[in-house]
C-alpha cells in the first residue's frame, strides 16, 4: 500500500466516523425533543385544569358577592381576589392582543416574500 493509498483509508475512517457522530447527535437531539413534547403537553394539560379549577373559584366567589354576603369590598381578602381576578383579565386580553399582531406580522411578512 503506497502513502496515497494510506491517506485515502484514513480519510475514509474519519468521514465514517464523523457520519456516525453526526447520526448519533441528530438521534439524541430527536430523542430530546420527543421528551421535551411530552413535556410540554403535560404542562399545557395541568394548565388547563388550573384554569378551569381557577374560572370555577371565580364563578363561586362572584356569585356569592352577587348573592349580597354582606359588603364584600370590605373585605380585604376579597378585594385582593377581586383585583388579582381583574389583572388576570387583563393579561388574558393583552395575550389576545399579542397573539392577534403576532398573527398579522407573519400575515405580513408572508405577503413580502411573495
Known sequence: MDKEDENRERNRVSVKRSREKKKKEREEIRLETENLKK???GLETSIEALNQELNFMTQ???????????NMMENPDFVELHNLLKRREETKENKQGENVGQTE??????KKEN
Open 105 to 110: 406580522e407573519r400575515n405580513l411578512g408572508k
Open 39 to 41: 413535556e410540554n403537553a
Open 60 to 70: 363561586v366567589v362572584e356569585s356569592h358577592a352577587e348573592a349580597g354576603a354582606g
